[in-house]
T-cell receptor, first 110, second 115 residues
Framework: GNSVTQMEGPVTLSEEAFLTINCTYTATGYPSLFWYVQYPGEGLQLLLKATKADDKGSNKGFEAIYRKETTSFHLEKGSVQVSDSAVYFCALSGNTPLVFGKGTRLSVIA | GAVVSQHPSRVICKSGTSVKIECRSLDFQATTMFWYRQFPKQSLMLMATSNEGSKATYEQGVEKDKFLINHASLTLSTLTVTSAHPEDSSFYIC???????????FGPGTRLTVL
């Protein structure tokens, strides 16, 4: 079945540091790939998505590239801010409900 | 666009009572909505898939008689926790699926506390 593996957290970075959160997937067919972000006490917000190989999703300085050859969708940001502190979930979907990774907690300190 | 609301955002109830949580897609129609449960510092656990006009599909291990789901319209799904017990205390999150974007949009969640 489909599955998503993302790097274990927590990740702690200083403000303006470079962020990478790794995400790899196993799927049949051609799923869409997503990154969602969850701020404390809130639901999930769609951060970015990509629907086919080599697509780049980007939003708020974050970006991820759908790599079919490595089955990866790593999340990157060049310069993180304290306000980026949250839990990030990688997910995939085709014709089935979303399959989530376990989430990576990011803490950014000033 | 693609906004999903949940009501209430927080509810405290006594053991043995029933609680209804509403999930609405505000600016789009959703034939499919999903209900999730999230434990502290964990990922989301899919409880059921709610399809408009038909019975919900429950995940293995989720009691359908305890967690009643009704998808009465293309913009509203409800989750009723019947005869709630303290172990039902959790954060419940719904999502609505927009087919044109192949994307699920999530509500802000409902914190349920059963005393």
């Amino acid at each position: 079945g489909n599955s998503v593996t993302q790097m274990e957290g927590p990740v702690t970075l200083s403000e303006e540091a470079f962020l990478t959160i790794n995400c790899t997937y196993t799927a049949t067919g051609y799923p869409s790939l997503f990154w969602y972000v969850q701020y404390p006490g809130e639901g999930l917000q769609l951060l970015l998505k990509a629907t086919k190989a080599d697509d780049k999703g980007s939003n708020k300085g974050f970006e991820a590239i759908y790599r079919k050859e490595t089955t990866s969708f790593h999340l990157e940001k060049g310069s993180v801010q304290v306000s980026d502190s949250a839990v990030y979930f990688c997910a995939l979907s085709g014709n089935t409900p979303l399959v989530f990774g376990k989430g990576t907690r990011l803490s950014v300190i000033a | 666009g693609a906004v999903v609301s949940q009501h209430p955002s927080r509810v405290i109830c006594k053991s043995g009572t029933s609680v209804k949580i509403e999930c609405r897609s505000l600016d789009f129609q959703a034939t499919t909505m999903f209900w999730y449960r999230q434990f502290p510092k964990q990922s989301l656990m899919l409880m059921a898939t709610s399809n408009e006009g038909s019975k919900a599909t429950y995940e293995q291990g989720v009691e359908k008689d305890k967690f009643l789901i009704n998808h009465a319209s293309l913009t509203l799904s409800t989750l009723t926790v019947t005869s709630a017990h303290p172990e039902d205390s959790s954060f419940y999150i719904c999502s609505a699926y927009l087919g044109s974007t192949d994307t699920q949009y999530f509500g802000p969640g409902t914190r349920l506390t059963v005393l």
